[in-house]
């Protein structure tokens, strides 16, 4: 009897500390596994031009009243250090380097200018279109010594285009490509170029023609893909000029677009959020008369650009005709940095536009003070800069500006810097196990 | 007609207790023999005579016929003398000296009569009654079957082949022309061997089956020498067999006879083993060296032949046929007879009444198979089809489960984690529990996942198995059955990929079964009042079945071992009957498990470190936090439910109540106390598992991109479960036996309970597999997880290592080394410690993949980064997962990459020009690559000026290499690498991982695992092997 007891009172003591040991359990300590992040060497940038431009449908009417091929060209490349033939255009083991064209006839009458980039994994174009008197040609340069594949997916005011363009670029070789063979009769494209290996150099020739008349040539640069834009040059000294801005959002986006002068936010008709379809891009005409900047507050992401076209009197014409020259300029993700860019012409002026009250300071290669301002928050100032064609500009703080050439003769062009600080690497690597699951 | 002069000879060696009874019979003979012979052997003394007339004779000979024979040349023979051959241990029948003598009257070419043998206490039993040989010999078949019931059914019986000559009647003129016994076979299988020569001389052997002597067959259960039971003499039968097999084999069949002697051998001894007859086992392990000493006296029985005349055919009749044979072996080597016999036991009422109780339970068997499978196929449709089509379950901590079966021995042989850059495991037990799955077809990947998904079946049946042990309520018993299959932190295990915790709940059911089988405690069918039981009690091949569940169970989850070990030494301290059972119960677990407890012992200093050692989890699962006391209750996690089902969160408590409470309540039955008991204990037990459990650190990182991990306390709830279900089920079946109102009320009450339990076991299931539930963290994916062509170079000749790179979203690089296409937790983890040392005793440093991290990050971002880190590490391919844009970037301008291929599964390079290897010799800067495996590797090529050895792992003693056979030295590495001096001239260059103390283990738990599977067979056994 007294061992049934003892034997109950046992198991119950067992039982019962059992469930007080695991009532009061707590989960082991872990150390969890650490990453360890390293700072690489960068490579050595390199740059790439794409070239002068082409008269996108060949040499149709060399000659007489109707020549389409310009005759009358100036073609420079300014950049740091000696430049080496890459295709029809040029690569510069530099940061920065800029071309500049001046056609005085045919076709692609006008001036054209662009900041030469560095290869990218990843880029989108936003200018351009395919529609009746546009040609859009895609220019497709790799600088290094390995091949890259491009992958350009076209993307409409009907959303994306489902044909895409795979482009195999071998090592040091540029590869020319006409948008609209790919995406035709599109009235507003947006590009992008997804690359492997080293990445690719992307530019868009945007070339138009209005009846016979050229109707404005220029380069379009890649454009930053950020939630926050700012385009910091729109307009011209003409009265006339008309702007129209290019807006794509790769997932949708609701946008609020703000108008900038020297003086601050414009009122604007528009200043109410608009809505991206996912892929679709939105031509948006802006007022015009107006030289400024524009600013885009999306909670998306999206990528903008620019188009001001100036009108001219045309070489020949019969009655009533009007030429016009245009130029791009794209989104920048403003941020606190290095800009840096190569004068295209002498006698460009800098459009600069800060978000907050600051002093810019343009400075050259030496350190010298070209020009300064101060500047009020969201606001954009046009600088007139005093330095020759070639020479290397920079400013160091929280702005986002672009190099515009603008003739009294109705040309106008644009190209803007690059980010210097883009160029430091660091990688985070962390041992794991592989397949993680989900 | 003359009286025939009958000399009686007992020969005794004084050395057993029988005499007296023998002498008293003799004086009790209504046929007074003429004379009698006492012949005291071995220096033993007179004993009572009884007032017989006898006559002391006193040999110093050593056999029982030699003595015969001394004595006989003292007594000159009579006309028509007949021998009355009598053993110490033989009391005859009153009547049976006359009936022999009548016979031998009747058969005047009878050189032999002999006597119907019977049980010493018990004469209604036969023991011999007549002796017949196959015609090859090499098997002894008695023409009765041992302790049958003598009803006259063998008074037909007249001439035999062979009659034991104890208590036989032979001619002295026949005896004399015969030669006598034949010393040679030392006391077993003479007569077999005198009778022979009788019919082969033209003479008679006849049994009289009505002269009836008692035998206590002193000599064949040892009680002359020092042996114990029939055992300690089996041998030497064994090689008497063979004696007579050779000595009357015709020369053509010898070397057959010489052939089927190591054969008997192989076959026997498995057999025996699985008869739980090790003596047996040893004694025929033993008989071919017996008979080669036996050689001599075997050719001197065969000249003895020539010599006598024993040469005429026998007829045919005489030998046993095949089936005769057959009928032997069924009866007397696997106890047909007996079985049979026990079935025959009941009535004809009770054997209807037991059928019923089948029938009864076999439709719950069937009721249980549907709902588990009904169970199992609900919540595992979707791994069902991905399995069909080719992909694999994996998960979080799962890794890859498609490995082969080559990898899986690797681990299991070798002990050799291959996880990173490698380390010495503890052990290989659970690769090698892994290893049956692997050779099945299909793979680890098809039967670990048919395991995982079928796995509340196999539950369900094993506890419907064990629960007829607790009560033969059959409705209990499917709910039991139900509640322990659908537990809830089973089926987390289950859908978590949690391998061992799903191996273990499955095999403590299947050891709980075994064990009431093997202990006899256990309730049987009740019929009346009486219980009937449908098997022996006690099963010595289940005692070895619940080693093997046992060691099953704790190799699945080693933190179980410990319990089991108080668990069944406290239960032996209790039952000391069981004692020797019990003990042989946790043999083979704890072989199986002893490098863990050596592990442990090591971090002794550290008790924090050796309870996470005990505690480690071998293979897949992931770490895990939360309340250990809802798993170790069995409260359902509501996050695994449909969540529009979150809210009936009440049920998840119902069956985890219902069984604790009925355990409680159990402990205060008077009748059922000792059951609720043990099962009280069991889930005090399995809360304390799940407590150490959840608190330890069960695996530290494995240098290979795996981090620590908390434990799972999913084996202690199973133990609760089942300490639960022995409690409650012990109740229900005490409350069976039990008549009276209260006791019929409990019943009901205990139903009723039972189905409120499975009723919230079956709406767990519902919600669990209801749509837009998320059952667990497992998922399925493509069986390979590597682009195509890297599993090739990692199984290839130069066993290749790959670097896997992939681009987090927050921009971080993860990397991985892998030796297998994927990470290899399915074939066991590495055993490191807490600050990554190797836990096996063969290494003692431990080279972290962390140490190519530099070179990771710079190859990562830079297409200038140098590469040579990872060729010396035997990385061979670079593989990038979709999406590592920035990286492939980078490397596709590396200059020491060749792009190898884009697929779905990640874009592969091939670091080099490919020729990466695990080893490789180092001539003066130029690499001689080694053929190798994981574990071992070889080079056949002239090193003219020496060189260096160089094997792409951590350093480490178990690490050895050879140059023509030679010794090579370790030496310094850079690196960290195990690397050794190669002298000049060499021509083949060989290392291999050979850890001593993983070796030993190895065989020792192999020869214990083998045992326990063969001895586990429930293979039937006659009352000789069993004596």
């Known amino acids: 009897m007294i061992s049934r007891i003892v034997t109950r009172f046992t198991v119950v003591l067992v039982a019962a500390l059992g469930a007080f040991a695991v009532y009061v359990a707590s989960p082991a300590t872990l150390e969890a596994s650490s990453s360890s992040t390293f700072s690489i060497a960068s490579p050595a940038p390199v740059v790439a031009c794409p070239g002068p431009q082409h008269v996108p449908v060949g040499d149709v009417g060399a000659g007489g009243d109707l020549a389409s091929e310009p005759t009358q060209r100036t073609f420079s490349v300014y950049a740091p250090v000696p430049t080496t033939p890459l295709g029809d255009g040029q690569a510069a083991d530099s940061a920065v380097a800029t071309q500049v064209e001046i056609i005085g006839d045919g076709d692609i009458e006008g001036w054209s200018a662009m900041s030469c980039g560095q290869a990218q994994l990843d880029q989108w174009l936003v200018g351009g279109a395919t529609s009746l008197g546009s040609s859009a040609r895609l220019v497709l340069a790799n600088p290094s010594a390995a091949p890259a594949e491009a992958t350009v997916t076209v993307y409409g005011p009907l959303g994306q285009v489902q044909n895409t363009l795979v482009v195999a670029v071998a090592p040091g070789s540029q590869v020319n490509k006409l948008v609209e063979a790919v995406a035709a009769e599109l009235p507003a494209t947006v590009l992008r170029v997804q690359a492997t290996g080293p990445g690719v150099v992307a530019s868009l020739q945007d070339s138009r023609l209005e009846g016979f008349q050229p109707a404005g040539t220029e380069w379009v640069a890649p454009s930053d893909l950020a939630k926050t834009l700012v385009i910091p040059a729109v307009g011209a000294q003409d009265a006339n000029a008309a702007v129209t801005l290019r807006l794509m959002a790769p997932e949708g986006a609701s946008v609020e677009l703000s108008l900038v002068s020297d003086k601050g936010i414009e009122p604007w008709s528009v200043g109410r959020a608009l809505v991206l379809e996912p892929g679709v891009v939105t031509d948006i005409d802006l007022p015009r008369g107006l030289a400024g900047a524009i600013e885009l507050r999306a909670d998306s992401a999206i990528v903008a650009a620019a188009r001001t076209v100036v009108p001219r009197a045309p070489r020949e014409s019969i009655e009533g005709d009007v030429a016009y020259d245009h130029m791009w300029v794209s989104g920048e993700a403003v941020r606190e940095g290095t800009l840096a860019g190569v004068v295209p012409l002498q006698g460009a002026r800098i459009a600069v536009y800060s978000p907050t009250n600051a002093h810019v300071v343009v400075q050259d290669s030496g350190g010298a003070t070209v020009v300064e301002a101060d500047l009020t928050a969201r606001t954009v100032q046009w600088l007139d800069v005093a330095a020759p064609a070639g020479a290397e500009l920079s400013t160091k703080g929280e702005f986002a500006w672009a190099f515009v050439l603008e003739s009294d003769a109705g040309y106008l062009a644009s190209s803007e810097p690059v980010n210097m600080d883009r160029t430091g690497l660091t990688a985070t690597v962390v041992s794991a196990r592989f397949p993680a699951g989900a | ?1027």
């Open chain 2, 1 to 1027: 007609m003359s009286t025939p002069f009958v000399r009686a000879v007992l020969a005794t060696d004084g050395r057993t207790d029988y005499l007296p009874t023998a002498l008293a019979a003799i004086a009790a003979s209504e046929y007074a023999p003429s004379v009698v012979h006492l012949v005291l052997v071995d220096g033993a003394g007179p004993p009572d005579l009884f007032g017989l007339d006898v006559e002391i004779f006193t040999s110093f000979v050593d056999t029982y016929a030699a003595a015969i024979d001394e004595l006989l040349d003292a007594q000159p023979a009579r006309d028509g003398e007949l021998l009355w051959l009598l053993h110490d241990d033989i009391a005859p029948a009153p009547d049976a000296l006359g009936k022999l003598v009548a016979t031998m009257g009747k058969r005047p070419r009878a050189a032999i009569v002999g006597a119907a043998h019977v049980r010493w206490r018990d004469s209604s039993r036969l023991v011999n009654l007549g002796t017949t040989v196959s015609r090859i010999g090499a098997r002894r078949i008695p023409l009765v079957v041992e302790d049958d019931i003598n009803q006259g059914q063998h008074d037909w019986r007249e001439d035999v082949l062979a009659v034991s000559l104890a208590a036989a009647l032979v001619r002295r003129e026949a005896f004399e022309r015969l030669g006598g016994i034949d010393r040679g076979y030392g006391g077993f299988g003479d007569s077999l061997e005198f009778c022979r020569r009788a019919w082969a001389s033209g003479l008679d052997v006849v049994v009289e089956p009505s002269a009836l002597v008692r035998h206590a067959q002193a000599s064949l259960y040892g009680a002359r020498s020092a042996g114990r039971g029939r055992a300690s003499t089996h041998a030497r039968r064994r090689v008497s067999d063979w004696h007579h097999a050779f000595a009357w084999a015709p020369l053509w069949l010898v070397p057959l006879l010489a052939i089927l002697v190591p054969l008997s051998v192989i076959v026997r001894v498995p057999i025996r083993i699985a008869q739980n007859a090790p003596r047996i086992a040893l004694a025929e392990l033993v008989v071919p060296a017996f008979l080669i000493r036996r050689l001599p006296a075997i050719a001197s029985s065969a000249a003895a032949h020539r010599r006598i005349g024993a040469t005429k055919a026998i007829e045919r009749r005489l030998f046993a046929a095949p089936k005769q044979v057959m009928d032997a072996v069924r009866q007397r080597e696997l106890g047909v007879f007996e079985r049979s016999r026990a079935e025959n036991v009941p009535s004809d009422l009770v054997r209807a009444e037991l059928e019923s109780s089948r029938a009864t339970h076999r439709l719950s068997l069937l009721i249980v198979t549907m709902v588990a499978t009904a169970a199992a196929a609900a919540l595992g449709i979707g791994w069902i089809r991905a399995l069909a089509g080719g992909q694999m379950i994996t998960g979080p901590g799962v890794g890859n489960t498609g490995l082969s079966s080559s990898d899986v021995w690797s681990r299991a042989w070798t002990g050799w984690s291959d996880a990173g850059f490698g380390s010495p495991g503890i052990d290989g037990a659970f690769a090698g529990l892994m290893a049956p799955l692997a050779v099945l077809p299909g793979g680890l990947r098809v039967t670990l996942g048919v395991l995982l998904v079928a796995a509340p079946l196999l539950a369900a049946l094993a506890a419907w198995r064990a629960a007829g042990h607790a009560t033969r309520g059959s409705w209990m018993r499917v709910s039991a059955a139900l509640v322990y299959a659908l537990w809830p932190p089973f089926l987390a295990a289950i859908f978590d990929g949690r391998v061992g915790p799903v191996i273990a709940h499955i095999a403590l059911a299947i050891a709980a079964d075994a064990f009431a089988r093997a202990t006899g405690w256990r309730r049987g069918e009740l019929v009346g009042a009486r219980e009937e039981l449908d098997s022996a009690a006690a099963s010595p091949s289940a005692g070895l079945a619940t080693a093997l569940a046992l060691t099953v169970a704790t190799v699945a989850q080693p933190v179980l071992l410990i319990p089991v070990i108080v668990v069944i030494v406290v239960l032996g301290v209790g039952a000391s009957r069981s004692r020797r059972r019990l003990g042989g119960m946790l043999s083979v677990p704890v072989v199986v498990g002893l490098p863990g407890l050596v592990a442990a012992a090591r971090y002794a200093a550290h008790p924090a470190d050796a309870l996470s050692i005990l505690a480690r989890e071998p293979g897949p699962g992931s770490s895990w936090q939360g309340d250990a006391w809802r798993i170790a209750l069995g409260v359902s996690d509501t996050d695994r439910w449909a969540p529009l089902t979150r809210g009936a969160s009440v049920i998840g408590w119902v069956g985890a109540c219902v069984l604790i409470v009925a355990a409680f309540a159990a402990l205060l039955s008077r009748s059922a106390w000792r059951s609720a008991a043990v099962g009280l204990a069991l889930v005090g037990i399995g809360l304390g598992v799940s407590w150490w459990s959840a608190s330890s650190t069960v695996a530290w990182a494995d240098n290979a991109g795996g981090g620590a991990i908390a434990g799972w306390p999913g084996a202690g709830s199973s133990l609760v479960a089942l300490g639960a279900l022995v409690a409650a089920l012990g109740a229900d079946g005490t409350l069976r036996g039990l008549d009276g109102r209260r006791f019929a009320m409990g019943r009901v009450v205990g139903a009723s309970l039972g189905t409120l339990a499975v009723g919230a076991s079956l709406a767990t299931v519902v919600f669990m597999a209801w749509p837009g539930a998320v059952r667990g963290s497992a998922t399925v994916e493509a069986s390979s997880v590597l682009p195509l062509a890297v599993p090739l170079d990692q199984e290839g000749p130069y066993r290749q290592r790959v670097l896997v790179l992939d681009e987090r979203d927050d921009g971080s690089i993860a990397y991985t080394v892998l030796s297998h296409d994927g990470s290899s937790e399915a074939i066991g983890r590495a055993d490191l410690g807490p600050t990554g040392e190797p836990l096996g005793t063969s290494g003692a440093t431990s080279v972290d993949v962390s140490s190519i991290a530099a070179t990771v990050a710079e190859a990562s971002r830079s297409g200038e980064a140098n590469l040579d880190a990872l060729a010396a590490w035997g990385i061979g391919a670079i593989v990038v997962t979709q999406g590592g844009d920035g990286i492939r970037s980078a490397l596709d301008q590396n200059g020491a990459l060749t792009m190898a291929g884009v697929s779905e599964r990640g874009t592969a390079y091939r670091v080099g020009d490919g020729s990466a290897s695990r080893a490789w010799v180092d001539v003066d800067g130029k690499k001689l690559p080694l053929r190798s495996t994981a574990t071992e590797g070889s080079l056949r090529q002239y090193v003219v000026g020496g060189g260096t050895l160089v094997i792409a792992v951590p350093a480490g003693k178990g690490w050895q290499a050879w140059a023509d056979g030679s010794t090579l030295k370790p030496v310094e590495d850079a690196f960290g690498r195990a690397a050794f001096a190669i002298p000049t001239a060499a021509s083949h260059v060989s290392y291999a991982y050979r850890d001593p103390s993983q070796r030993w283990w190895w065989w020792a738990g192999a020869v214990a695992v083998a045992w326990a599977l063969v001895g586990a067979v429930p293979l039937g056994r006659s009352k000789e092997l069993a004596a």
